[in-house]
């Protein structure tokens, strides 16, 4: 069972695949190896034999059959070559090598047990025969040799193929394993697990990686679900009670019609209230799950920020405030025109809700090097170094403006927004007063 | 005129079909949506209210197969589905309108007034005339009793958008939308500051008001004075 499941693996098929091809070209290498030394050696073996034969022809030539004879005689105690000479009834008159055949050439010459001999054969006059012969012992062990020396590569390369081929699947199934026990504890509840990522990096770990990524976008989904949950939980339970108080006394006592119009329409606004706060939470929330990215498109930012300086310059001036606009036409980048314009809209309404009358705003977008650059000033009574980042979470009020109306969100709003885009958005001192930066990518550059 | 309120919860659908009876409109109701299918396909209705998320078959759905079957009566969404992109969803799947959850009757009531009203295929007007006021919408000019009002461009659209509504409420979330295409709710008086600045310019030499406040509703221009 345990074997078949470790056969399946694609790891163990491929390294079997990669074996059976390593093996076969072992194998091709190792026959011609062996034939190419044995060749080699006989060529080797067969000139010196031949080298001594013609030696000997030419004593004979010199010196007849008794010089021949007296020769072998003395080569045979030097025990290199075999020697053998056959006269005309086909006896053997000298040497150790007998048997071999009355015909010139070479002949393979089985003595004994032994190894064969190399046996060259020289026809001398008078019908006698010369022969020379060496040993293929020498050949014969040396092809022995590469023949086991492949044998036992061949095993080797079978032992450390297959070994490592059941090391590999082994390996793997064990990565599979620990991915699925990984994904078994997130499933079971444990949103914080992740899956394990070796140091090697295949592709089992890249693809790990990936998940990991998607687990922790996931995660961080979940944590704003769960950070909307909290805050409704925690900010709307003010508002809601006050509602419930408030009808709560219109029960008590019996009223004027005119008395109970009253208690409803203050009811009313309470849950208008709850009602906006709820919806700009979730809209907060659905901003930062980022799914809006996927319809971004080239936005004129220049537009925007003149239509919504156009929107509220009346506003601002019914309040003795004035909005000074410096807009470099036709800037773009990649976005959401509706985000972009509550983005702008919340900046700009935040500076005249928070200013005294007789306050100057300035909202000016130009390019600042390679950057779009959106400032929002004024010359209120600005932020504490201290408070600045705090204003961008959820419901942080000052305590100057806790009597302003509000929610404590729209800035919240403006840093999602700001976020989704990928831009900055800094809160400065403008000495007096507060200055935001935003710094986006323009269009063109993306 | 007779009106279809396809909604599964109860009191809802109650609450928007006496409603719009007081207002005098005639009301079916429906509670799922095949049964709306039904209702839309056979009953000859001049505007249609439909919940999003229906049982047997969701309001999206509903519409695409209304208007993919040829009947263009005008559609107005009623959701809780608040989502930003969920309008566009809507808007696109054929409907004319959409409103989101918790709503205020008048808001209710003005839409639907203006979907009536909305005409089936656009006529290219090149001149809106309402009470003692011309608007000529080519060269951008607005005459009262005779007399040229310079507007800002931000008054002219909100003064043709309340003139081409003439005899209609329109809310100031019909105002962001279509004046200012903001799809937000600003929590500031932007409207009524821009309405009275509109009012004042409109009414000077101390004419009498042609932009009239409903309280808790919007504003109305009246055909006639």
């Known amino acids: 069972m345990k074997l078949a499941k470790f056969i399946r693996t694609s790891s163990f098929k491929l390294s079997a695949l990669y074996l059976g091809l390593f093996l076969c070209s072992f194998v091709a290498i190792g026959v011609s190896v062996y034939f190419l030394t044995i060749h080699s050696l006989e060529f080797q073996l067969k000139n010196s034999v031949e080298t001594e034969a013609k030696r000997l022809e030419a004593e004979y030539a010199v010196g007849g059959m008794d010089e021949l004879l007296e020769e072998i005689a003395e080569d045979e105690h030097a025990a290199l070559d075999s020697y053998g000479v056959m006269g005309q009834q086909g006896d053997f008159l000298a040497g150790s090598l007998k048997h071999f055949q009355a015909k010139a050439g070479w002949?393979?010459?089985?003595?004994?047990?032994?190894?064969?001999?190399?046996?060259?054969?020289?026809?001398?006059?008078?019908?006698?025969?010369?022969?020379?012969?060496?040993?293929?012992?020498?050949?014969?062990?040396?092809?022995?040799?590469?023949?086991?020396?492949?044998?036992?590569?061949i095993l080797l390369v079978l032992v450390l193929g297959v070994g490592g081929g059941f090391y590999l699947s082994h390996a793997f199934l064990r990565k599979i394993q620990a991915i699925t026990s990984a994904t078994e504890?997130?499933?079971?509840?444990?949103?914080?697990?992740?899956?394990?990522?070796?140091?090697?990096?295949?592709?089992?770990?890249?693809?790990?990686?990936?998940?990991?990524?998607?687990?922790?976008?996931?995660?961080?989904?979940?944590?704003?679900?769960?950070?909307?949950?909290?805050?409704?939980?925690?900010?709307?339970?003010?508002?809601?009670?006050?509602?419930?108080?408030?009808?709560?006394?219109?029960?008590?006592?019996?009223?004027?019609?005119?008395?109970?119009?009253?208690?409803?329409?203050?009811?009313?606004?309470?849950?208008?209230?709850?009602?906006?706060?709820?919806?700009?939470?979730?809209?907060?929330?659905?901003?930062?799950?980022?799914?809006?990215r996927s319809g971004f498109q080239p936005v004129n930012l220049s537009k925007i920020v003149l239509s919504v300086t156009d929107a509220l310059s009346p506003v601002a001036e019914e309040q003795g405030k004035t909005i000074h606009a410096e807009i470099t036409?036709?800037?773009?980048?990649?976005?959401?025109?509706?985000?972009?314009?509550?983005?702008?809209?919340?900046?700009?309404?935040?500076?005249?809700?928070?200013?005294?009358?007789?306050?100057?705003?300035?909202?000016?977008?130009?390019?600042?090097?390679?950057?779009?650059?959106?400032?929002?000033?004024?010359?209120?009574?600005?932020?504490?170094?201290?408070?600045?980042?705090?204003?961008?979470?959820?419901?942080?009020?000052?305590?100057?403006?806790?009597?302003?109306?509000?929610?404590?969100?729209?800035?919240?709003?403006?840093?999602?927004?700001?976020?989704?885009?990928?831009g900055k958005l800094d809160l400065l001192d403008n000495s007096p007063g507060l200055k935001l930066v935003l710094v986006f990518t323009p269009y063109n550059r993306h | 005129m007779k009106l279809a309120v396809i909604e599964d919860d109860k009191e809802t659908r109650a609450y928007v079909a006496n409603g719009l009876k007081e207002i005098g409109f005639v009301v079916d109701s429906a509670g799922d949506g095949l049964e709306g299918l039904l209702l839309a396909k056979e009953g000859h209705y001049d505007a249609l209210i439909i919940d999003r998320m229906l049982p047997h078959l969701d309001g999206l759905t509903l519409v695409k197969t209304l208007r993919s079957s040829g009947c263009n009566v005008p559609v107005l969404f009623l959701t809780t589905m608040c989502g930003i992109d969920d309008r566009v969803e809507g808007l696109n799947a054929g409907a004319d309108d959409y409103l989101v959850k918790p709503f205020a009757f008048s808001e209710l009531a003005a839409r639907v007034n203006a979907l009536l009203r909305r005409p089936r295929t656009t006529v290219d007007l090149k001149t809106l005339q309402v009470q003692d006021l011309e608007i000529d919408l080519l060269k951008r000019l607005v005459k009262r009793s005779g007399h040229l009002i310079e507007l800002q461009p931000t008054e002219f659209r909100l003064l043709e958008y309340l003139s081409r509504h003439a005899g209609q409420v329109v809310t100031r979330t019909m105002l962001l939308e279509n004046v200012w295409d903001f799809h937000f709710d600003p929590k500031t008086n932007m409207v009524e500051t821009h309405i009275s600045r509109l009012r004042s310019k409109l009414n000077a030499g101390g004419k009498a008001d042609l932009i009239l406040t409903v309280r808790g509703a919007g504003y109305i221009i009246h055909e006639t004075g």
């Open chain 1, 107 to 153: 002949q393979k010459l089985a003595v004994g047990s032994g190894p064969l001999f190399y046996v060259f054969v020289i026809a001398l006059p008078n019908q006698h025969w010369l022969a020379v012969g060496h040993s293929g012992e020498a050949i014969q062990k040396t092809g022995t040799a590469v023949i086991e020396a492949f044998l036992s590569g």
């Open chain 1, 185 to 292: 504890a997130i499933i079971s509840g444990d949103l914080q697990h992740r899956l394990p990522v070796a140091d090697n990096r295949d592709e089992l770990d890249h693809l790990a990686v990936l998940l990991n990524q998607m687990l922790d976008k996931i995660g961080a989904l979940l944590d704003n679900v769960q950070q909307v949950s909290n805050d409704i939980a925690h900010d709307l339970r003010t508002p809601i009670s006050r509602l419930q108080f408030r009808l709560e006394d219109a029960l008590k006592k019996p009223l004027t019609a005119s008395q109970y119009q009253e208690h409803i329409a203050s009811a009313r606004a309470e849950t208008e209230t709850i009602l906006a706060t709820f919806s700009a939470l979730l809209r907060i929330a659905q901003i930062e799950t980022g799914t809006r």
């Open chain 1, 329 to 422: 036409p036709d800037l773009t980048l990649a976005g959401d025109k509706e985000l972009l314009t509550q983005l702008i809209f919340n900046l700009l309404d935040n500076a005249i809700v928070h200013t005294p009358a007789d306050t100057r705003i300035d909202i000016n977008l130009h390019l600042s090097g390679h950057q779009l650059e959106l400032v929002v000033a004024d010359n209120g009574p600005g932020i504490a170094a201290a408070y600045r980042p705090k204003v961008l979470q959820r419901f942080y009020r000052l305590e100057q403006s806790r009597t302003t109306p509000g929610n404590g969100l729209g800035l919240s709003i403006a840093a999602a927004i700001v976020e989704l885009h990928d």
